[in-house]
């Protein structure tokens, strides 16, 4: 189960795109679409599939805010991330 887990959270890393998002994320703790889409150089389709992918594989949670979507890390996720890689 733990080997799935890994592979998961890996293959939601497994972009460069997505790597810079959970970066912005760590370092901003919550942000709406329209300024990932400011800060990535894809468009705004494109950073809405990456975000797609991060959320399904857990590593982060988004928030309707009217019509608006903000994004946060999920810090267990993260974490359990850290422990699954320092067990290999």
Known sequence: MND???ANYCKALAHPIRVRIVKILL???KCITGDLCN???VAQSTV???LKILRE???ICGEIDGPRRSYCIIPEA???LQD???KL
């Open 48 to 50: 809405s599939q990456h």
């Open 78 to 80: 993260l974490s359990e």
């Open 4 to 6: 799935e887990v890994l």
């Open 39 to 41: 800060r990535l150089p």
């Open 27 to 29: 370092d901003e703790k």
């Open 84 to 86: 699954l890689i320092n």
């Open 57 to 59: 594989n857990g590593l």
